[in-house]
């Protein structure tokens, strides 16, 4: 499995950034994609997941109706649209994914062991 992040910059307070995760390795049907982020003296918090197979997505409460994650199954790119950007936002982001399919049972969407392959992660820098 490769995942690998692009979009990160500076962007200022209300402005809006689109991250890309480029992802291959996996069956597609089968795995789950999230975007998790670690803000300087933060722990790391999933933002957005999205289930590759069914489309089901959801959110963190602090960027729900902010953010949108989505999926074009033809590019192997999962995307996470950031809108009204706020300094709380800044962070390293990472994309993560994980075989639902392969674990069964309840799947957690943003509990870090669910997800057994990460993206290097990029920059988010958002300015006051």
């Known amino acids: 499995v490769q995942l690998v992040e692009s979009g990160g910059g500076l962007v200022q307070a209300g402005g809006s950034l689109r991250l890309s995760c480029a992802h291959s390795g996996f069956r597609f049907e089968d795995y789950a994609i999230a975007w998790f982020r670690q803000g300087p003296g933060k722990s790391r918090e999933g933002v957005s997941f999205i289930g590759l197979g069914d489309n089901s997505t959801a959110y963190a409460d602090s960027v729900k109706g902010r953010f949108t994650i989505s999926s074009d199954k033809a590019k192997s790119t999962v995307y996470l649209q950031m809108n009204m950007l706020e300094t709380e936002d800044t962070a390293v982001y990472y994309c993560?994914?994980?075989?639902?399919?392969?674990?069964?049972?309840?799947?957690?969407?943003?509990?870090?062991?669910?997800?057994?392959?990460w993206g290097q992660g990029t920059q988010v820098t958002v300015s006051s």
């Open positions: 993560a994914a994980g075989d639902r399919a392969l674990r069964g049972g309840t799947w957690h969407n943003f509990s870090p062991w669910e997800y057994d392959s």
